[in-house]
């Protein structure tokens, strides 16, 4: 390896651990997770991070025509998957079930703000606009890592 690489190899694995604690929906602390604790409720305080990662999200769900969209949650709920799951739950839901949480999966439901304060600062936030919609990044935040990594 050449001069540095084990101090870059570090730095990398330190921004992953660093989006990680931001996106990372099965993280209680997560500013995602609140997001997904507060859905139908007021919005929440984001960073510019988050708020980026979100934007592109969104943006990466209209490219895509809604095929990629991160409010995935509430389905990928009802099949069974999740942290510490393997593989979908034993019996098909029921249409009743699926419509519902077919319901829940709108990415355009996804509400982000950005304001100047009244003393200067920017405030951003972010809120989904109904109870039980659920923010699942699994699939995009690993390429926005990849992406943010590919800039060291």
């Known amino acids: 390896m050449g001069t540095g690489a084990d101090q870059a190899i570090e730095e990398a694995f330190a921004e992953m651990e660093r989006v990680n604690g931001l996106l990372n929906n099965y993280d209680p602390q997560s500013e995602v997770s609140a997001i997904n604790r507060h859905a139908g409720d007021g919005p929440v305080t984001v960073s510019r ?27 990928l709920r009802l099949w069974g998957f999740g942290k510490g799951r393997c593989g979908a739950r034993r019996e098909e839901p029921d249409r009743t079930e699926i419509k519902k949480a077919q319901s829940l ?42 992406d943010k990594l590919s800039r060291f």
Do not use: C, N
Not at 51 to 62: H, K, N, P, S
Not at 122 to 137: F, H, N, P, Q
């Open 105 to 146: 999966v709108d990415y355009h439901a996804l509400e982000l703000a950005k304001h100047r304060t009244w003393y200067g600062s920017i405030k951003r936030s972010a809120r989904l606009s109904m109870k039980e919609m659920w923010i699942d990044v699994g699939l995009f935040s690993k390429g926005y890592v990849a």
């Open 49 to 75: 991070e988050t708020m980026e990662a979100l934007r592109l999200a969104v943006q990466y769900g209209d490219i895509t025509g809604g095929r990629l969209d991160i409010t995935i949650g509430p389905l």
